[in-house]
């Protein structure tokens, strides 16, 4: 089954479609997952099962999409940066990609430790259900949904600098940096 998404091996300045795919249906979830995690969330009953259940599965969901950006990436490295750009600016570029990355696995992992070390059980879209990998420890949860907090909130700030980079290279430097990752390529 074909779902569209070739591994080609990107131009010398772009990434390939896979690559592209991942990139933006990831930036989409964090938006879905941040608009769940911030909007008012109902006191109980099934209209927050619904909100928690959303959530839960957004970040699911971006733990898979990062494991496929994994593949993508060992399969159809990225394109190398232009010659011209700093040295400084490529080892920005780079520590900031990791820190991405640590980042979108860590804070789904936390949320999923703090559904289950708070006795919730966790599935994937109401279908499949995940392992219970920690005992019920509500004092565990309420320290793991605090380092959830907090790198959900860090990731945002990495996110925030990520899209700033691009901006500063797409509309001051204008070096076809941020062409490279476009929906519709290069």
């Known amino acids: 089954m074909s779902l569209g998404i070739t591994f080609a091996r990107p131009s010398r300045s772009g990434y390939g479609r896979a690559a592209r795919t991942i990139h933006w249906t990831a930036a989409a979830l964090l938006g ?3 608009a769940s995690a911030w909007s008012p969330w109902p ?3 099934p209209a927050r099962d619904l909100v928690i259940g959303l959530h839960q599965n957004i970040g699911l969901l971006a733990l898979a999409l990062l494991a496929a950006r994994a593949v993508a990436r060992a399969i ?12 400084w600016q ?6 900031s990609h ?11 992992l936390l949320g999923w430790a703090q559904a289950v070390t708070h006795g919730h059980g966790v599935s994937l879209l109401g279908i499949v259900p ?3 990998w920690l005992p019920v420890d509500h004092e565990l949860g309420t320290a793991i949904q605090t ?12 996110v925030g600098v990520h899209v700033a980079a691009a901006a500063w290279h797409g509309l001051v430097r204008r070096d076809g940096i941020v062409e490279r990752m476009l929906p519709t390529g290069r």
């Open 43 to 45: 006191s109980g009953g």
């Open 130 to 132: 995940l392992p219970q």
């Open 98 to 108: 990791l820190a991405l990355y640590a980042l979108l696995l860590a804070v789904p």
């Open 90 to 95: 490529r080892a920005a570029a780079s520590a």
């Open 76 to 87: 159809d490295p990225p394109p190398p940066l232009p010659a011209a750009l700093p040295a």
């Open 147 to 158: 380092w959830h907090r907090r790198l959900a909130k860090l990731l945002l700030l990495a």
């Open 32 to 34: 879905l997952s941040v």
